[in-house]
């Protein structure tokens, strides 16, 4: 059974930093690749980052370009979010999901991505991250 379980998620000042983490269980990171989500109140859910299954390859979306860092940890069948600089228009739920093996996403402009939340399954729980002073 596929299953991805986020955490780390809590109140933190703006300008200061997160790590959430998205462990993946009945799956192995070696074939599938995992994207990050966020939707805030009365928004529709945005694609934030993905990595991918075969070379690790990194992909952003202009929102959180230079400001995130998505990794894993194939030892922990971990993927992570670090997340630095926080504005309080990152605050919303934090989801993780997987595409399969690649990422899905369209390149649109400054090497950034748009990522169809649509063509992401077996999403998490979600861990809340809020921004604010």
């Known amino acids: 059974q596929v299953q991805l379980v986020e955490s780390g998620g809590g109140l933190v000042q703006p300008g200061g930093s997160l790590r959430l983490s998205c462990a993946a269980s009945?799956?192995?990171?070696?074939?599938?690749?995992i994207g990050w989500f966020r939707q805030a109140p009365g928004k529709e859910r945005e694609g934030v980052s993905c990595i991918s299954s075969r070379d690790g390859s990194t992909y952003y979306a202009e929102s959180v370009k230079g400001r995130f860092t998505i990794y894993r940890d194939k030892a922990k069948n971990t993927v992570y979010l670090q997340m630095n600089s926080l504005k309080p228009e990152d605050t919303a739920v934090y989801y993780c999901?997987?595409?399969?093996?690649?990422?899905?996403?369209?390149?649109?402009?400054?090497?950034?991505?748009?990522?169809?939340?649509?063509?992401?399954?077996?999403w998490g729980q979600g861990t809340q991250v809020t921004v604010s002073s």
């Open positions: 009945g799956f192995t990171l070696d074939y599938y690749a």
């Open positions: 999901a997987t595409p399969g093996s690649r990422c899905h996403g369209t390149a649109i402009y400054g090497g950034s991505y748009y990522f169809p939340p649509g063509e992401y399954d077996s």
